[in-house]
Nanobody
Framework: QVQLVESGGGVVQTGGSLRLSCAAS????????MGWYRQAPGKQRELVAT???????NYADSVKGRFTISRDNAKSTAYLQMNSLKPEDTAVYYC?????????WGQGTQVTVSS
């Protein structure tokens, strides 16, 4: 079955960097659009970034210029490089893909940015 496993979260000070990874299995990764989402306490889950099969990217306005999404199809892994982190980036980060109308999510990885 399809599995997504995120890793790389942690606690970092304002201005710091983290790199999140999302390893996919049970699916042909190279032909899937991948997305990163986040959910802060008491808030709705929001889209952070997406990357298409041809590596076109899209970002939420709040992270443009600071975050970079990428993918390695040979490793079936998507990445989210997060630089210049701010306290408002604190959230659980999830990766996502869709297949045949079904949306798949990982378990999430916590990112905490201290001020």
């Amino acid at each position: 079955q399809v599995q997504l496993v995120e890793s790389g979260g942690g606690v970092v000070q304002t201005g710091g960097s983290l790199r999140l990874s999302c390893a996919a299995s049970g699916i042909i990764f190279s032909n899937k659009v991948m997305g990163w989402y986040r959910q802060a306490p008491g808030k709705q889950r929001e889209l952070v970034a997406t990357i298409t099969t041809s590596e076109g990217t899209n970002y939420a306005d709040s992270v443009k210029g600071r975050f970079t999404i990428s993918r390695d199809n040979a490793k079936s892994t998507a990445y989210l490089q997060m630089n210049s982190l701010k306290p408002e980036d604190t959230a659980v980060y999830y990766c996502n893909l869709n297949r045949w109308g079904i949306s798949y999510w990982g378990q999430g990885t916590q990112v905490t940015v201290s001020s």
